[in-house]
Structures are given as C-alpha cells and as structure tokens.
C-alpha cells in the first residue's frame, strides 16, 4: 500500500510539473507575437472558410516566425454578445470580421484605417493600398471615427469575403424530382414572387404540411420580403440634393439614422446622462406610416406559411435533413451552408442525393415586382390600394444588398493601436491577407470571393448569384429597418411580429401600421453624434482640402469635403434643429 | 407612513437604538474575534487569532479568498452600484438613480415573467420530494453493497453535464423526428409541437426533469439519513411503526436540516432560473418561457441587433438578489429542525 502510495506520489508530482510547464509554454513564455483574428465564418472544423483562413495563418506564419496568427470562430448569433462583453471587458480581439451595423455600434472601439490605406502596400505595386480594391476609394464607406472628442471621417474596415459588385445570396435549393411531380419545370425556376408563390400553390398538394425547410430563425426569413419594399423611401425626407449618385451611398446610414430615431419622448433622462443633445420630442416615428407596411406585412405573413409546420422550433439540423429525406422539395442555402449540406448527406450515406432522379437546382431568393401585387390582389392578400400604394417603392429588379460598396470585412481593435510594434504586425498581415497573389488562393479554398481587384469568382461561388439585370441591381432597399431596429412590447421584434402574422395576435393591432408603430423604437439614438463633432468632421476636410495640391487627390477630397458638409447640413437641419414631424415628400 | 421620532419612540428611544446597534457590534465581533457572547466579559484570545496556525490557515484560504472577492463580491458590488446608473455601450456609467428601477416595475413583461418563475417555483418545490423518497428507499436498502450500487448508479449522470441532457429532450421532443412527438401521433392521431407550442412549452420543460432525482440532493439528504442513531430506527421498529409513519414521522423530520440546505438552493435557483428556458426559446414560446431571469439576460444581451440595456439588467438582477436572499432567509427561520 505504501508503495502504491509512494509510486502515485510520484506520478501526480511528474503530472503537476508538467502541466505547469504546458500552462508556462501557453501562456506566452515564447517570444511570438500572437493577434488573434475572430470571424463569423465557422464552425472551422466543418466550414471551408477554415481551409482559407488556416491558408492564410499558414503563409503568414511562414514569413513571419515570430508571428502567431490565432484564429478564432464565433456563431454569427452570438457575435453581438462578444462584441458587447469583449469591447466593454477590455478583451476584444485584435482583428475583428465586423458588418456595417457593427461598426457603427463600436465605432469608438475601433483603429481608423485611413493612414494605412493611403499608403503603400508592402505587398502591392499600387502606390496606395486602398487602390488595390476593386473600386478604390469610391468602393469605400467614409464613416465616423468613433469617439464624439474624434470626429474626423475615415475608412473603418479592411474588406474581405466581399465585392461590391458581387451579391453573393441564399438561394433556394429544389428537389428536381419533386418538382417535375407538381406539374412544374425545374429548368425555368421562379425569377419573381408571383412565379414563386404559383410554385408553392401547386406543391401545395404533394405537401399539405409546407413545402420549405426551415430553422427557427424568424428575422432571416422575414428579410426576404422585407428587403423587397423601401426602395430609396429614406430619400423621400430629404432634400433632393442628398440623394445624387455620387453622395446617396455615403449618406444612406446618416439619413437611416435620422428617419429612425428622429422625433420621439421618453429618452430625454437617457440622453441628458449621456451628455447629448435631447432630440425633439415629437408625434409618431417617420416609418410608422410608409406606404408599403400593409402589402410588405400581408407579403410577410404569407411567405412564412410557406415553411414547413413546426419551423418555428426546428433546429438546423432538422431542416437539412427535412430536405436531404425528401421531406420537402425546397431548402435555402448560402455557399456555406451548401457544404455543411453536401457533408450532411454524405454522412447520412446519402450518396444518392444530387443524383440522377435525386438532382438538385437552384434559384436566387426572387424579387418582388408589380405582376406579383397584382397576384396578391388577385388572392385577396392585399387591397388594390394597399398594392397601389406600395407599387412606388417595391424593388421590381433583383437587388444588391452592397450597393456598389464595400459593405463587411476586418476591423482593428483601437487597443491595437497602443502598442506599435502589433499595429505594425496587424496592418503588414491585413495587407498580406488582402494582396492578389494571396487572395487568388484565398478565394478558391475558403470557396469566397474577393475584393482585391483581378482575383477571379471561383465558379462555386459564382453560382450563388442573381444574374445582374440590365439597369443594374436595386439597391438601398429599406423596408426591414422599420422592424429590425425597434424593439416592440416583447422587447424582441421578431417575436411581435411573428406573433401578429401566425401567432394569436395577442396584443391585438388591427393592421400592419398598428404593428411597425409598436415596434419602432429611436434605440439608436446613442449612435447620433452631438452637432459639433459634425462640424469638426466638416472642418477638417475642409483643411485637407486647402492643404492638398495634386489635381487627382483634389477631386477626391472635394467629394470628402461634399459629403461631410452634407452630413453636417443633414443632421443640423433633419435631426437638431428640425421642429414638427419628419414627413415623406 | 409613521414618523421618523415615532418609530424611534417605540424603538425605545435613542438609547435602545443604540443598545441594539450595540448588540450587533458585539455579535459581528464574536464572530470575527472567534468569542462567546454568551459569555461577556472573556478576554479575546488574540494569541488564537494571530497564532502560526491562524495564519498559515489563512494563508491556505487566501488563494479562495482572493478569487472570491475578484470574482464573486467585486462583480456583486459593481453591480449593485450600477443597478444606479445608465450604463452606456462603452460601459461608462452615469448616476440616474433609481430610473433603473421604476424601468423595471413598470415594465409589463416583467409582471408576465413572474407567473412563469411562479410555475417553475412551485413545482421546482414539489419536485424536491421525488428525490427525497427516492433517498429514503436506497437508505432502507438492507444490503450495504445493493446499497452502494444504487448510490454509485445516481452519482453516475453527474459526470454528464445538463446541458446535454437538455439537448438530449430537445431532440427527443422535436417536431419532426421527436421520439416523443411520434408517440403522441400515434396516441392521440395529431402532432404536438411540444417545444414551439405556447401551452405546452412549460409542462415539456417540466417534464425533461424526469425522474425529477438529484444527484447531488440525494448524497446530501442519505449522508443526514447516516449520522441519525441506530437507536432511533431500532425504537421504531419496536414500536411497530409502519413505513408511512416512519417516513412522515422520523425520516422527513430527520433530514429537515439537510431539507433547508436544498431548499435554498432551490428557491435562489428557481427566482432567478433561466438557462434552461434559453435553451427552449423560440419566437413562439416567448411569453411562455420568459422568466425574471431570462429578461435580466435578454435586456444584456438581446437576440435582436438592438442595444443592451445595462442598467435595466442590473437593477432587476438586484431585486431578484434581494427576493432570494429574502426567501432563504425566511425558510431558515420558519423550517425548524428536529432534534431526537
């Protein structure tokens, strides 16, 4: 027993000591530099982002050996979440994949760029990094730099995973068999919603329970109707000169601002402690009446009934395999989901889907024009009124959500920037990540595309298009906003909104301008920067552009100058000195 | 609302105030300097306090006790003061005083949420005696070793954590390929949809309780069935006292003490339950499975791209922290013990 005792003694002091020493080597004791880089493209071990990204550490590593590139995944769910604890706790990452909302919420939080972009790239021959995008500098949102006390305009983000000219989409995916089955062509898919909900009213016999796969995630579904209505209604509140092609992108968000929190009680303690100037108290919110909530909501409610029953609690797992099964005929993927698919299948021995009988097609989620609310008239869905009054602001094209900009990519923690030596390291390796040789690999492996200007599409991106119509992609499509940036009495605007359209109503509104009332909400009020930072904003272009001489620089400060001079005027005039309601021309 | 002079009076005037204050001085000093008070007068024995042994005692605590109050009290106290501010999303805090508050009790869905955590609470109580009985069964065991069988198959699940055996139900509840959905198909010709149906959502987390056993409630309920004396179960069987008295009459008041123990964790846990309604959320179900607690963690951290609301969240967190305390008070002064 003693020597039992003895021997035991032995292995958990050699156990202790070497888990000492894994936790010394862990914890930094190596003279690497480590930045950690955190995306929503996960999970890594079941994605092909992994196969980019691990690329990318790879390669960089391989050149810089005192480097340590930590890649981290976060569900794009709870991404919000880390954001909050991470910028609040002091530890976000360094390197941070962030959407345009995103930055807009951590603008003070994060390094400006603009330095950077406006110097060389050490791996590019264009004279300024921000040339090697496709687009240039005109591909760029010029936002806030964050804090009130730094007002200065600038780039925030380094675009990655993206093109401005590339909508890359959820398309639905169909069962070829099945459809043939309903009397319908799987060679010529729906392009609009008319065309799709004659599909859905003919599989509608094979399948009584609903014809599409679906998780519980209400917000996406609904998206694709929402994002259908507001074609530039935010512009309809401005002067007409804030909505001329070379400002109207760079304004969107300011005049998003603007309509949605301009005008409202209740908030004055709020934003007295907060040190801002309280907005006029006024009636109700600009959004609350616009012409196409009926249709967009009665569009709304009949769309989702198009899921498959017991969506509202089906997991993701469930809904592929609703799909793989042959459940359903129809499912929406994404490229990536598509993979998590295929490998779904695979291990299900399903190695006859996709095949022979089994085939699949696919179509881009369809647009919405003025044949299909002459449908919804027809079937009684909405009044010819309601349809009438919609018509103006319907998309009636396929739509790009990006609009010709950059919309997402790599942000730097502000943190970054106190310590030198890793901004240094932060800004050589984004400029790595983002040169052509780098992202022509890139793109094919973590099946992407890419905003370095002459790095093809990979042809399995490619097809997860809507073809461009000719008058190009409609954009700055509004409709979803009224919804997704108000709260509602569930403090939750999915859940009000799936209660009204499937649910039992149970705060009983009578129509859909009762609903988006209830639901908006000025919460981003806290976003609006005082007046003066504005003005400072203004200011300082206006000395760049004194200071600057060479004619090609000139024009482009010019049209910074414009645009901060417009964003000043917009919210002196629109939100600080406004008095009445914000009206709809 | 009496007068402040009046309470004072029938405090028994200034010098009982200060008597009483006296007496929890005291009190507060037994329990720091390691004296008797019922014992006034003795000498504080501060060779004790400050021995060698005290110290490297303390020292073997101080590891607990620093993590402790890193941990647990700073983070209590921060947010008891932030319970009194607008918390902004760069984390900077403005004093508003009790705005937070008034938020919080006007706020309808907070009402709402109480009859929910009422439902959990109730039978969370009610639930407490299957693990009981089971104990006492396995105590009543003749055979030591069938005995320790039993124990060791109870203590098994706890290497799983409940998280997957939460997941585990939502699977076997789902919609489309639920075990249990299939079932009642079958039974009652219609499919339930047991985790997005308002009505149904509560009685289904309830139910994946089942067998409603605790692991760690019964180690805890069978070590205060093990320190009774022999000699009162050997009483008993003299007296012929069947197993339904034994139970009611000797078993259930015998363990009343371990009873306390776990009914003050139940009572923190079901006030401020809200994991496992997370777990079973949906759009659906919100109103069904919204709890106290889960609207203190939705207002941080809300499923919808809105910002958080701090504030709000501290505030009710701090009611629901003096709500707990309250009831584990109470319990511990109104469930006696019994002593044989």
Not at chain 1, 252 to 271: A, C, P, R
Not at chain 2, 281 to 297: E, F
Request: charged share 20%.
């Amino acid at each position: 027993m003693k020597k039992l005792r003895s021997v035991l003694t032995v292995v958990m002091a050699a156990m202790l000591a070497a888990t000492l020493l894994i936790a010394s080597a862990c914890s930094g004791g190596g003279s690497k530099k480590e930045i950690v880089v955190m995306t929503w493209h996960g999970p890594y071990d079941s994605t092909q982002y992994y196969q980019g990204y691990k690329y990318l550490e790879e390669e960089y590593e391989k050149e810089h050996s005192d480097v340590d590139i930590v890649l981290r995944s976060e569900p794009d769910s709870q991404y919000s979440q880390i954001l909050e604890t991470g910028f609040s706790g002091g530890t976000a990452p360094d390197v941070i994949l962030m959407k345009s909302a995103q930055r807009s919420t951590y603008l003070s939080d994060l390094l400006d760029l603009t330095p950077y972009f406006l110097e060389k790239s050490a791996y590019s021959d264009s004279d300024r990094w921000i040339d090697d995008f496709i687009g240039g500098m005109n591909s760029f949102k010029l936002e806030n730099s964050g804090a009130d006390d730094e007002a200065a305009l600038g780039y925030m983000f380094v675009p990655f995973d993206s093109n401005p000219n590339f909508t890359e989409e959820t398309m639905f995916i169909f069962n070829t068999k099945q459809i043939a089955e309903a009397g319908l062509d799987p060679n010529d898919p729906p392009e609009t919603y008319e065309e799709f909900f004659t599909w859905m009213e003919a599989l509608r016999v094979d399948f009584p329970d609903g014809i599409i796969a679906g998780n519980s995630d209400v917000g996406t579904k609904l998206s694709h109707i929402h994002f259908e209505f507001g074609n530039h209604y935010f512009d309809s509140f401005f002067d007409e000169k804030y909505s001329t092609d070379d400002v109207s992108d760079a304004l969107f968000w300011d005049k998003t601002y603007i309509v949605l929190t301009y005008s409202q009680e209740g908030f004055e303690d709020e934003l007295d402690a907060a040190g801002r100037q309280v907005p006029i108290s006024g009636g109700p919110m600009a959004i609350d009446s616009a012409p196409y909530n009926d249709a967009m909501t009665e569009f709304g409610r009949h769309y989702l009934e198009q899921y498959r029953e017991g969506w509202i609690s089906t997991s993701d797992t469930d809904a592929s395999l609703l799909f793989t099964r042959g459940d359903v005929p129809m499912y929406t993927v994404t490229p990536n989901t598509y993979d998590t698919l295929l490998s779904d299948v695979a291990s299900m021995g399903g190695d006859k889907f996709n095949q022979g009988e089994n085939a699949t097609g696919m179509f881009p989620v369809p647009y919405l024009d003025a044949a299909t609310l002459d449908y919804a008239v027809e079937k009684g869905w909405i009044t010819q009124a309601q349809a009438d009054s919609a018509e103006p602001w319907i998309a009636g094209k396929y739509s790009a959500q990006t609009g010709g900009q950059f919309d997402f990519g790599f942000t730097v923690n502000r943190k970054v920037g106190e310590n030198q030596e890793k901004l240094d390291i932060v800004i050589d390796f984004l400029q790595f990540a983002t040169s052509k040789d780098i992202q022509e690999e890139y793109v094919v492996k973590a099946n992407s595309i890419s905003p370095i200007d002459g790095v093809p599409i990979p042809e399995s991106v490619s097809r997860f298009s809507s073809p461009e119509p000719e008058d190009g992609y409609a954009t700055q499509l509004v409709g979803g906003y009224a919804f997704e940036w108000g709260l509602g009495p569930d403090d939750n605007w999915g859940v009000t909104t799936y209660d009204y359209m499937l649910g039992e109503n149970k705060h009983g509104y009578k129509n859909a301008t009762e609903l988006i009332t209830a639901l908006s909400d000025p919460l981003w009020y806290g976003d609006i920067l005082q007046l003066s930072a504005y003005k400072e904003a203004m200011d300082t272009k206006q000395a760049e552009y004194d200071a600057t001489t060479d004619e090609a620089m000139k024009q482009i400060k010019e049209l910074e100058l414009k645009i901060a001079t417009y964003r000043y005027e917009l919210y002196k005039d629109y939100y600080y000195e406004k008095t009445g309601p914000l009206t709809s021309k | 609302m009496k007068k402040l002079s009046v309470l004072i009076k029938e405090a028994g005037g200034k010098k009982g105030i200060l008597a009483a204050l006296k007496k929890i001085g005291l009190r507060f000093r037994n329990y720091i300097l390691d004296t008797d008070e019922m014992l006034p007068g003795q000498k504080i024995r501060w060779k004790r306090v400050f021995g060698l042994s005290s110290l490297i005692a303390f020292l073997f605590a101080l590891p607990a006790i620093v993590t402790n109050v890193i941990f647990d009290w700073i983070p209590m106290f921060d947010g008891i003061i932030k319970a009194f501010c607008y918390v902004d999303r760069s984390g900077e805090s403005y004093f508003i005083g009790l705005e937070n508050f008034k938020n919080v009790f006007t706020d309808p869905i907070l009402y709402k949420s109480i009859g929910n955590m009422l439902f959990f609470f109730v039978f969370n109580l009610i639930l407490m005696f299957p693990t009981i009985i089971c104990t006492v069964v396995m105590f009543r065991m003749k055979s030591a070793k069938v005995q320790y069988v039993y124990r060791v198959l109870l203590c098994l699940p706890m290497v799983v954590p409940s998280l997957v055996f939460t997941l585990l139900w939502i699977f076997v509840f789902g919609y489309n390929f639920g075990v249990m959905t299939d079932l009642a198909e079958k039974i009652f010709g219609e499919r339930y949809n047991f985790l997005g149906d308002p009505d149904l959502i509560k009685w289904t987390i309830l139910f994946t309780g089942i067998p409603w056993v605790t692991s760690n409630n019964v180690l805890i309920y069978i070590g205060g069935l093990n320190g009774i004396s022999e000699s009162v179960w050997d009483a008993a069987k003299l007296d012929g006292v069947g197993p339904i008295k034994k139970f009611f009459s000797l078993e259930l008041p015998l363990i009343v003490g371990q009873f306390k123990l776990v009914l003050i964790g139940v009572l923190g846990a079901s006030i401020t339950t809200y994991s496992t309604q997370l777990m079973y959320y949906n759009a659906a179900v919100h109103d069904a499975v919204m709890t106290p607690g889960l609207l203190m963690y939705f207002k941080a951290f809300p499923l919808t791209t809105v910002p958080a609301d701090y504030g709000y969240s501290y505030a009710l967190g701090l009611v629901l922290f003096v709500v707990s305390l309250t009831l584990s008070l109470l319990s511990m002064k109104f469930v006696k013990s019994a002593d044989y």
